[in-house]
């Protein structure tokens, strides 16, 4: 199919680690990136990673890719209350001027 | 560096007026590019344009949409005759030149209600 997917809803507890997934369907990405919307605000870019990396660590931030499966993971470690946003997973079909999104998940943090 | 500037945030229409929404890219970023993101749905892309070029409107509907960047001033979406199913929030992004396939910066966004 052409949609990229996540999964709708997560929730963790503070201080807990967060992993938010992703499938995305064209194998000739170049790059795939994982974007962060709070209530009301536009989208803020968190991290990208190119096609031919396996993970890219940024401070809390961890993504995976497994580019056999078209897998996308954001790991955030010890997740905050300020955490708690959409993120969204975007990526760029044949590493072409557009992006193609996928539908968000919404993380909610408990204390 | 002021970032990707969007106005108005939010904006209100009957049906059939006319909606103009504007972008102004980071400073030093020539290519822009719009993305809808309907209720509780990600963003899709509607069209992408450098200065006073069109590059890729494949995302555009065929009718009542255009979209400019003139070689002075914001970019300018603008949608005639505006239908409820227009309500939307409307984004905005910027890339540098040299990184147009890289990195996209988004504006906050044109949230607008067709009423």
């Known amino acids: 199919g052409e949609d990229v997917e996540q999964s709708l809803f997560l929730s963790v507890r503070e201080g807990d680690s967060s992993v938010i997934n992703c499938t995305y369907t064209d194998s000739s990405s170049t790059y795939l990136y994982w974007y962060k919307q709070e209530p009301g605000a536009g989208l803020q870019l968190l991290t990208y990673i190119f096609s031919n990396m396996d993970m890219k660590q940024d401070q809390r931030l961890t993504v995976l890719l497994n580019k056999k499966d078209k897998h996308l993971s954001l790991r955030i470690a010890d997740t905050q209350t300020g955490d708690s946003a959409i993120y969204f997973c975007?990526?760029?079909?044949?590493?072409?001027?557009?992006?193609?999104f996928g539908t968000g998940t919404q993380l909610k943090v408990e204390l | 560096n002021a970032g990707v500037m969007q106005n108005p945030r939010h904006l209100v229409r009957r049906r059939g007026q006319e909606a103009r929404l504007r972008c102004s890219p980071m400073k030093g970023h020539s290519h822009v590019y719009w993305y809808r993101q309907l209720p509780e749905e990600g963003l899709k892309f509607m069209v992408y344009l450098q200065k006073e070029n069109i590059i890729d409107e494949s995302g555009m509907p065929k009718e009542r949409f255009s979209a400019e960047f003139p070689k002075e001033g914001p970019s300018i979406l603008r949608i005639q005759q505006v239908v409820r199913g227009d309500s939307a929030a409307y984004f905005c992004?910027?890339?540098?030149?040299?990184?147009?396939?890289?990195?996209?910066?988004f504006g906050q966004g044109t949230r607008l209600t067709v009423v």
């Open positions: 975007a990526e760029r079909p044949g590493g072409g001027n557009k992006l193609t």
């Open positions: 992004a910027s890339s540098p030149k040299d990184r147009q396939n890289t990195e996209a910066f």
